[in-house]
């Protein structure tokens, strides 16, 4: 199973806004609605910002939102902050009991 | 607060095992699923294993199986994968994650642990 495609980078100015990409397949992307995100700061744990393409977990700040459209999934950061720099990983489930992660994009506040 | 700590890693020689365990102090382990994810230095996140809340069922990436064994113990809280036949490959930070689900890790992870380092290398 291949890893979901990212950009490597992304990046804006504070209170603009930001769209990451994952594109994967017909076989997981394309074919379910279970997408996530998640945010990584160096030496910290990893956090899920979106699961369910859509859904926000409480204390994600609604700034966060996803969308999938065929086999594209997005992360919109809207109203940049300097704490939303960070590296950010879609996944995906792809069947067959098998779980696919992104390639990473680093999100940087300029 | 810290809620996932992982512990067992360390420095291995190729061919060699290690456990590592993943300790949890909240009140929800026994009903969700249970997964390794793992980031090899300048690479990205990979799913590694998971199980289902009851422990009935395991799941593998196919970069691991046969190689490795994730189990849990739902009395002590306690999430385990039991690595052998260690490749350079598999140096990485191991992650441990609960999923906000019960079965196959697809609901999203939600809670996760700080990591802990698995060095292959002779």
């Known amino acids: 199973q291949s890893a979901l495609t990212q950009p490597p980078s992304a990046s804006g100015s504070p209170g603009q806004s930001v769209t990451i990409s994952c594109t994967g397949t017909s076989s997981d992307v394309g074919s379910y609605n279970y997408v996530s995100w998640y945010q990584l700061h160096p030496g910290k744990a990893p956090k899920l910002m979106i699961y369910e393409v859509s859904q926000r977990p409480s204390g994600v700040p609604d700034r966060f939102s996803g969308s999938k459209s065929g086999n594209t999934a997005s992360l919109t950061v809207s109203g940049l902050q300097a704490e939303d720099e960070a590296d950010y990983y879609c996944s995906s489930y792809a069947g067959s009991n098998n779980l696919v992660f992104g390639t990473g994009t680093k999100v940087t506040v300029l | 607060e810290v809620q996932l700590l992982e512990s067992g890693g360390g420095l291995v020689q190729p061919g060699g095992s290690l456990r590592l365990s993943c300790v949890d102090s909240?009140?929800?382990?026994?009903?969700?699923?249970m997964t390794w994810v793992r980031q090899a230095p300048g690479k990205g996140l990979e799913w590694v294993s998971g199980?289902?809340?009851?422990?009935?069922?395991?799941y593998y990436a196919d970069s691991v199986k046969g190689r490795f064994t994730i189990s849990r113990d739902n009395s002590k809280n306690t999430l385990y994968v039991q690595m052998n036949s260690l490749r350079a490959e598999d140096t990485a930070v191991y992650y441990c994650?609960?999923?906000?689900?019960?079965?196959?890790?697809?609901?999203?992870?939600?809670?996760w642990g700080q990591g802990t380092t698995v060095t292959v290398s002779s």
């Open positions: 909240g009140f929800t382990f026994s009903s969700h699923t």
């Open positions: 199980i289902s809340a009851s422990g009935g069922n395991t």
């Open positions: 994650a609960k999923d906000r689900g019960s079965a196959f890790p697809k609901w999203g992870m939600d809670v």
